[in-house]
């Protein structure tokens, strides 16, 4: 795989170039902000976290959350390294709303979003994925598994329900035991249907920003080659254009 090139999370972060970012959407898009409960309602323009993710993305940053928390320390203690000269200098984690951890939070600001007037509104259903390794319900909403272990499985389960001498909590706990055996048949996350708001443009929409030129840059070079970035959800697909602007 290619390294990545993460050097400009070493520099102190001077976001005083104006943009204009303009997107393009390809598709409707669903930019969910914080965790929600049952239904997931779309902002009508991505928050800071989310042009983290479309920047990372668009620079090829697919980093798995255990080298993000890695690098996410160490940043900590560079930008106090750094604040003793400069107070203003502070790193901060900002994970709140799911588990992504953004890594560009300190390189750029949204001055200002500038929506089309057309928008439109409708609510679908949307797979949402759960995991839980700690009991054998998992296997309620899994919609795949091993098929030569499909007939086995559900043996298992008919002789630990017919034993008359156990009692439902015991039932319970040995088909969990016997689930954490054979878990490998079984895939790693089930789905279950969730109502998810999405929004459709009546054409592009800007945002104002405020970026460091380095960032700038970077992205200018990538979206010479890779024109695409996905908003909000993995579905939610945009082209993007970014250009410097004199206020």
Not at 119 to 147: E, I, V
Request: hydrophobic share 35%; proline share 5%; net charge neutral.
């Amino acid at each position: 795989m290619e390294n990545l090139d993460l050097s400009i999370l070493e520099k102190v972060p001077e976001p005083n170039l104006n943009v204009i970012l303009e997107i393009e959407p390809l598709a409707p898009l669903s930019m969910v902000s914080e965790l929600p409960g049952s239904y997931y309602k779309t902002l009508k323009s991505p928050d800071k976290k989310m042009l983290c993710g479309l920047f990372e993305n668009i620079l090829g940053w697919h980093i798995d959350l255990a080298d993000r928390k890695a690098i996410i320390k160490e940043l900590t203690a560079l930008r106090k390294q750094q604040a003793k000269k400069n107070p203003q200098i502070a790193f901060v984690d900002r994970t709140k709303g799911s588990t992504y951890n953004p890594l560009l939070m300190d390189f750029f600001e949204i001055e200002l979003p500038v929506i089309p007037p057309q928008l439109s509104h409708y609510d679908d259903l949307w797979s949402r994925a759960f995991r839980r390794t700690d009991s054998y319900r998992h296997t309620f909403g899994t919609r795949y598994m091993n098929t030569a272990f499909i007939e086995r499985w559900n043996q298992i389960k008919e002789r630990v329900d017919n034993d008359a001498k156990r009692k439902s909590n015991d039932k319970e706990t040995l088909k969990t035991k016997l689930f954490t055996r054979y878990m490998g048949n079984f895939p790693m996350y089930y789905s279950t249907p969730t109502k998810r708001e999405f929004i459709q443009y009546g054409g592009n929409f800007q945002l104002k920003l405020s970026i460091d030129s380095c960032l700038f840059e970077q992205l200018g070079a990538h979206l010479q080659t890779e024109n695409i970035g996905y908003l909000g959800s993995s579905e939610g697909w945009v082209n993007v254009t970014i250009k410097e602007f004199a206020l």
